[in-house]
């Protein structure tokens, strides 16, 4: 059987996984599962680790759930491991978006100022759970969803020298799920093909006749529902400029290719007391799952857990899990070493990308190379993100300075500075190598 240890096991999201591997179970055999959280998230680990056991008791399969706050002690012998924590909980996202927001900048958990501080936050702990994975399970396979998920899982491969790493994020997953039937078509009736990084990624579609239907489908997406996450205000695309590109961006390139209308939209809720940031809202919504989840009767997910922006979270990480284990070579899109497959990026840099999952980890699918609108922002993006990880690595004050520099949504200047010190203020808790 399989030992699989969840870090960060108090998330509201853990209901989700389970529910995943329950679905799985007949070729992902769990024999037990650790939920690993810290002092300061005992409350919800005990609430959400109890209506996990629920689930399981409920399904026809025997498997524990173990709780603890020692993490090595769930970390020995491994096989899966996977990460969902938020360094700070709640309360340090809304200060990554109000600080940013203060002085008219975006705050947003894992683009602009506030990714930054994010990664600056999770990357030293990532690097602390690796260095206990080398001894506790050295062939166990790190699974990661804790945003920001493309630089988080760049650092555990540059700079944590661990290889057994698989960076994953719905929002993929609900572009497929959302958009064949745009075009009156089933999921497995296209051909979906992405590159870029995480959170800032495009995609083609083509049909099982290789017709590209990209174009198709953009035009789709100006009559209704496009499928973009709950967490990402809904400000259309210039229709001209996708079908320019025939690729369809996700959707938090809204905060790129329409920065002064997604900044104004965001101003607007946070000087709304009545409406906050997303993170207050978050906050609400957790609030509620968890009175649920006390319920001794509750023994399935809610239908709530679906209005957090992290909706299908089971289906990327039980499906990575279940395709490593099995060797199904199932396509998924990772964040994971590029390869060749994105030619405009380094060999050695993380991207997010097509691959096939099996049991020797992600093989990236070649995407070919980017027209230079696009090739563009991600050589900008991709390299912004390697300042942020070595800053965050080294605690280097010009180097964090310089990705606030680089980053699009931070303009340049005293106001910049000026934030960057505010945050490193704000997070000194969470901040030991600055
Ligand atoms: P959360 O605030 O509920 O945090 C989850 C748990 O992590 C908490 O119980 C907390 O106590 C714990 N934690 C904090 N620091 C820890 C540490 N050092 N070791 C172990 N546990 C620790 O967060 P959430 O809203 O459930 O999200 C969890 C993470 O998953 C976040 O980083 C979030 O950004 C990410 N996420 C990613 C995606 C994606 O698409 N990639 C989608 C949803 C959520
Ligand atoms: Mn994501």
Redesign the pocket.
Known sequence: GIKLVT??G????TPELMEGFIKRYEELPIREIWL???E??QD??DIVGQMAQRMWDASPYDVKVHMTLD?REALQDADFVTT????G??DARIKDERIPLSYGMVGQ?TNGAGGILKAFR?IP?ILDIVEDMKQLCPDAWLVN???P?GMVTDAVIRYGKWDKVIG????PVNAMMAEPELIGKKPEELIYSFAGLNHFHWHRVHDVHGQDVTRDIIDKMYDGDSGIPANIHDMPFFQEQLQQMNLIPCGYHRYYYRAEEMLAHMLEEYRDPSVGTRAEQ?KQT?AELFELYKDPNLDHKPEQLSKR??AH?SDAACETIASIYANKNTHIVVSTKNNGAVPDLAPDDVVEVSAYIGATGAKPIAFGALAPAEKGWLQVMKNMELCVEEAAVTGDYGLALQAFIINPLIPSGETAKRVLDELLIAHKAYLPQF
């Open positions: 870090i960060g108090g998330s509201s999201y690993v959280d810290i300061a998230g919800k680990l993490r969902q924590f938020r360094v909980l709640l958990e999770t702990v969803f804790t945003n998920s994953l994020c719905n929002v978050v957790e922006g992290g979270y």
